[in-house]
Protein backbone atom coordinates (compact mmCIF):
# COMPACT_ATOMS: atom_id res chain seq x y z
CA UNK A 1 0.00 0.00 0.00
CA UNK A 2 1.24 3.53 -0.48
CA UNK A 3 0.07 6.55 0.55
CA UNK A 4 -0.24 10.22 -1.86
CA UNK A 5 -2.62 12.81 -2.61
CA UNK A 6 -4.95 10.70 -3.60
CA UNK A 7 -5.23 9.15 -0.47
CA UNK A 8 -4.41 5.10 -0.32
CA UNK A 9 -3.55 3.02 -3.13
CA UNK A 10 -3.43 -0.39 -2.70
CA UNK A 11 -1.60 -2.85 -4.90
CA UNK A 12 -2.49 -6.41 -5.70
CA UNK A 13 -0.13 -7.64 -8.44
CA UNK A 14 -0.86 -5.41 -11.30
CA UNK A 15 -3.78 -3.92 -10.03
CA UNK A 16 -4.26 -0.79 -8.22
CA UNK A 17 -7.36 -0.32 -6.09
CA UNK A 18 -8.51 3.02 -4.68
CA UNK A 19 -9.20 3.18 -0.99
CA UNK A 20 -12.28 4.34 -1.36
CA UNK A 21 -13.30 0.70 -2.72
CA UNK A 22 -12.25 -0.27 1.11
CA UNK A 23 -13.88 2.52 3.20
CA UNK A 24 -16.73 3.68 1.45
CA UNK A 25 -20.41 2.15 1.86
CA UNK A 26 -22.60 1.29 -1.03
CA UNK A 27 -25.78 -1.45 -1.04
CA UNK A 28 -27.44 -1.26 -3.93
CA UNK A 29 -31.49 -0.38 -3.49
CA UNK A 30 -33.10 -1.55 -6.56
CA UNK A 31 -36.17 -0.62 -5.59
CA UNK A 32 -35.46 3.11 -4.75
CA UNK A 33 -33.59 3.68 -8.00
CA UNK A 34 -35.05 1.17 -10.16
CA UNK A 35 -32.16 0.52 -12.38
CA UNK A 36 -31.98 4.33 -13.29
CA UNK A 37 -28.27 3.13 -14.39
CA UNK A 38 -29.18 1.38 -17.36
CA UNK A 39 -30.99 4.51 -18.44
CA UNK A 40 -28.86 7.35 -17.68
CA UNK A 41 -25.94 8.68 -18.59
CA UNK A 42 -24.33 10.12 -21.40
CA UNK A 43 -22.50 6.89 -22.90
CA UNK A 44 -23.29 3.15 -22.94
CA UNK A 45 -21.50 0.91 -20.67
CA UNK A 46 -17.61 0.08 -20.96
CA UNK A 47 -17.14 -2.91 -22.19
CA UNK A 48 -14.22 -5.09 -22.39
CA UNK A 49 -12.65 -5.99 -26.28
CA UNK A 50 -13.36 -9.76 -25.78
CA UNK A 51 -17.18 -9.31 -24.20
CA UNK A 52 -18.30 -7.86 -27.55
CA UNK A 53 -17.77 -11.36 -29.40
CA UNK A 54 -19.90 -13.08 -26.77
CA UNK A 55 -22.71 -10.50 -26.83
CA UNK A 56 -22.53 -11.11 -30.79
CA UNK A 57 -22.72 -15.14 -29.94
CA UNK A 58 -25.58 -14.77 -26.72
CA UNK A 59 -27.18 -12.25 -28.71
CA UNK A 60 -30.04 -15.13 -29.87
CA UNK A 61 -30.43 -16.20 -26.31
CA UNK A 62 -31.61 -12.84 -24.57
CA UNK A 63 -32.52 -10.65 -28.05
CA UNK A 64 -36.55 -11.63 -27.30
CA UNK A 65 -35.97 -9.71 -23.79
CA UNK A 66 -35.36 -6.47 -24.99
CA UNK A 67 -37.41 -3.57 -26.02
CA UNK A 68 -37.91 -2.84 -29.56
CA UNK A 69 -35.85 0.15 -29.20
CA UNK A 70 -33.10 -1.76 -28.16
CA UNK A 71 -33.21 -4.37 -31.18
CA UNK A 72 -33.19 -1.72 -33.48
CA UNK A 73 -29.97 0.05 -31.87
CA UNK A 74 -28.28 -3.01 -31.96
CA UNK A 75 -29.07 -3.77 -35.64
CA UNK A 76 -28.02 -0.46 -36.74
CA UNK A 77 -25.01 0.45 -34.60
CA UNK A 78 -24.24 -3.36 -33.83
CA UNK A 79 -23.44 -4.72 -30.88
CA UNK A 80 -21.39 -2.08 -29.06
CA UNK A 81 -20.60 1.68 -29.97
CA UNK A 82 -17.31 3.78 -29.56
CA UNK A 83 -17.85 6.71 -27.39
CA UNK A 84 -16.26 10.43 -26.92
CA UNK A 85 -13.62 9.06 -24.76
CA UNK A 86 -12.61 6.92 -27.85
CA UNK A 87 -14.30 3.58 -25.34
CA UNK A 88 -15.79 0.55 -26.20
CA UNK A 89 -19.06 0.48 -24.49
CA UNK A 90 -22.51 -1.34 -25.22
CA UNK A 91 -24.86 1.12 -27.69
CA UNK A 92 -27.72 3.02 -27.02
CA UNK A 93 -31.65 3.28 -28.29
CA UNK A 94 -31.52 6.26 -30.61
CA UNK A 95 -31.81 9.59 -29.27
CA UNK A 96 -31.82 8.38 -25.91
CA UNK A 97 -29.82 7.52 -22.90
CA UNK A 98 -31.20 4.10 -22.53
CA UNK A 99 -28.88 0.87 -23.13
CA UNK A 100 -29.97 -1.08 -25.44
CA UNK A 101 -29.89 -4.35 -23.69
CA UNK A 102 -32.39 -3.01 -21.22
CA UNK A 103 -35.45 -5.12 -20.05
CA UNK A 104 -38.30 -3.76 -18.44
CA UNK A 105 -40.46 -5.11 -15.72
CA UNK A 106 -44.47 -4.62 -15.87
CA UNK A 107 -43.64 -1.65 -13.53
CA UNK A 108 -41.51 0.21 -15.30
CA UNK A 109 -38.36 -1.01 -13.54
CA UNK A 110 -35.39 -1.71 -15.41
CA UNK A 111 -33.31 -4.63 -15.83
CA UNK A 112 -30.54 -6.20 -17.69
CA UNK A 113 -31.45 -8.68 -20.76
CA UNK A 114 -28.28 -10.30 -20.95
CA UNK A 115 -28.48 -11.19 -17.45
CA UNK A 116 -32.37 -12.01 -16.97
CA UNK A 117 -31.77 -14.68 -19.68
CA UNK A 118 -28.98 -16.24 -16.96
CA UNK A 119 -25.93 -15.17 -18.98
CA UNK A 120 -23.19 -13.03 -18.01
CA UNK A 121 -23.64 -9.04 -18.15
CA UNK A 122 -20.23 -7.09 -18.98
CA UNK A 123 -17.70 -7.05 -16.00
CA UNK A 124 -18.56 -3.01 -15.82
CA UNK A 125 -21.84 -3.59 -14.95
CA UNK A 126 -21.30 -6.54 -12.33
CA UNK A 127 -18.75 -4.36 -10.73
CA UNK A 128 -20.36 -1.40 -10.65
CA UNK A 129 -19.44 1.36 -8.48
CA UNK A 130 -16.47 0.30 -9.30
CA UNK A 131 -14.98 1.87 -12.45
CA UNK A 132 -11.91 -0.18 -13.87
CA UNK A 133 -9.13 1.48 -15.84
CA UNK A 134 -6.15 0.40 -18.47
CA UNK A 135 -2.60 1.05 -17.10
CA UNK A 136 -0.18 1.49 -19.44
CA UNK A 137 2.12 -2.03 -18.91
CA UNK A 138 -1.41 -3.92 -18.90
CA UNK A 139 -1.86 -3.38 -15.14
CA UNK A 140 -5.61 -1.69 -14.07
CA UNK A 141 -7.08 0.77 -11.83
CA UNK A 142 -10.19 -0.27 -9.75
CA UNK A 143 -11.32 3.46 -8.54
CA UNK A 144 -15.11 4.45 -6.96
CA UNK A 145 -17.61 5.75 -9.42
CA UNK A 146 -20.05 8.35 -7.38
CA UNK A 147 -22.97 8.67 -9.42
CA UNK A 148 -25.86 11.16 -7.99
CA UNK A 149 -28.33 8.54 -8.92
CA UNK A 150 -27.09 5.88 -6.69
CA UNK A 151 -27.06 8.47 -3.66
CA UNK A 152 -29.40 5.53 -2.24
CA UNK A 153 -27.64 2.98 -2.57
CA UNK A 154 -24.37 4.77 -0.83
CA UNK A 155 -26.81 5.63 2.11
CA UNK A 156 -28.26 2.13 2.49
CA UNK A 157 -24.79 1.04 2.89
CA UNK A 158 -23.83 3.17 5.12
CA UNK A 159 -26.99 2.65 6.74
CA UNK A 160 -26.39 -1.50 6.41
CA UNK A 161 -22.58 -0.89 7.26
CA UNK A 162 -21.77 -2.80 3.89
CA UNK A 163 -18.54 -1.25 2.65
CA UNK A 164 -18.11 -1.15 -1.64
CA UNK A 165 -15.99 -4.39 -1.47
CA UNK A 166 -17.78 -6.89 0.61
CA UNK A 167 -20.78 -5.64 -1.58
CA UNK A 168 -19.10 -7.27 -4.29
CA UNK A 169 -17.64 -9.84 -3.24
CA UNK A 170 -18.88 -12.44 -5.95
CA UNK A 171 -18.35 -10.30 -9.07
CA UNK A 172 -14.79 -8.99 -7.48
CA UNK A 173 -13.99 -13.15 -7.05
CA UNK A 174 -15.10 -14.07 -10.25
CA UNK A 175 -13.64 -10.98 -12.70
CA UNK A 176 -9.91 -11.45 -10.41
CA UNK A 177 -9.55 -14.45 -8.46
CA UNK A 178 -10.23 -15.39 -5.06
CA UNK A 179 -6.21 -14.72 -4.14
CA UNK A 180 -6.90 -10.87 -5.24
CA UNK A 181 -9.96 -10.66 -2.96
CA UNK A 182 -8.55 -12.21 0.17
CA UNK A 183 -5.68 -10.02 -0.17
CA UNK A 184 -8.07 -6.92 -0.69
CA UNK A 185 -9.92 -8.43 2.53
CA UNK A 186 -6.34 -8.31 4.54
CA UNK A 187 -5.86 -4.91 3.15
CA UNK A 188 -9.03 -4.10 4.44
CA UNK A 189 -8.26 -5.17 7.76
CA UNK A 190 -4.75 -3.77 8.06
CA UNK A 191 -6.77 -0.06 6.68
CA UNK A 192 -9.83 -0.95 9.21
CA UNK A 193 -8.86 -2.99 12.04
CA UNK A 194 -11.01 -6.21 11.97
CA UNK A 195 -13.86 -6.20 11.21
CA UNK A 196 -16.74 -7.18 13.96
Same mark, same amino acid.
Given at each position: ????????????????????????????????????????????????????????????????????????????????????????????? @?????????????????????? @?????????????????????????????????????????????????????? @???????????????????????????
Amino acid at each position: MAASDFGTIIQIGDILVSEDVIMEYFACDYESCRGACCIEGDSGAPLEEEETARLERDYPFFRHLMTEKGRVAVESVGFFEIDRQNDIVTPLV @KGGAECAYCHFRPDGACLCSIE @KAGLKKPVSCSLYPIRVTGLTGGGQALNLHKWDICACAFEKGRKEGTRVYRFLE @KPLTETYGRDFYDALCAAATHLLGPEP
